[in-house]
């Protein structure tokens, strides 16, 4: 019976020896790998500046310009390490908005139209004074598509908030993260 007790103990032991083995063997192995999809090279580029784009669309929703600015200089604070700065930065990205538009879709027998399209379309300007091989000029659009049952207002301030969404990943995505 004690010769069983301690086989039993001796058992739980190798169980827990190796337990450890395996926790320490992967813990000493463990990779610190944090993504946050930019290639910038810290030493080198340190500043941004993001001027404001005006809206200057034919079709005028007047909170555009201010959410947009917005969210793409909150874009850039949250996934970057970069000081924003008023004038001269390392990165510049300046630009317009330059479509906001209304497109019928699916005409339906009686003639109207079933669903909607709006189209936000912005012009960028990057400039990375230190490779300018880096330099662009691109329009960026999204699109959203909505019934037309509904109004535009009713459905506005969610699909501008998706197109700007998009489109300053997109910016982000040519401009530091190289995609």
Not at 63 to 75: D, E, S
Not at 81 to 105: A, C, F, H, K, M
Not at 117 to 140: M, Q, Y
Request: glycine share 4%.
């Amino acid at each position: 019976m004690k010769h069983l007790f301690f086989k039993q103990r001796h058992n739980q032991l190798a169980l827990f020896a190796l337990w450890l083995l395996v926790v320490f063997t992967f813990d000493s192995c463990a990779l610190s790998y944090k993504f946050n999809g930019s290639s910038i090279d810290y030493s080198k580029i340190k500043t941004i500046t993001i001027s404001d784009f005006p809206n200057n669309a034919p079709l005028v929703y007047p909170p555009l310009a201010q959410n947009f600015n917005i969210a793409l200089q909150n874009y850039f604070a949250q996934y970057t390490r970069l000081q924003p700065v008023s004038r001269n930065g390392d990165l510049q990205i300046s630009g317009e908005i330059t479509g906001y538009d209304l497109t019928p879709l699916a005409i339906q027998t009686s003639g109207l139209a079933g669903e909607t399209r709006l189209t936000l379309t912005v012009k960028v300007h990057f400039v990375n004074t230190k490779n300018e091989k880096d330099n662009f000029d691109s329009s960026f659009s999204s699109s959203q598509t909505f019934s037309s049952n509904l109004m535009l207002n009713q459905v506005q301030d969610q699909l501008v908030s998706e197109m700007i969404k998009e489109i300053v990943e997109n910016i982000y995505n040519q401009t530091v993260a190289k995609w």
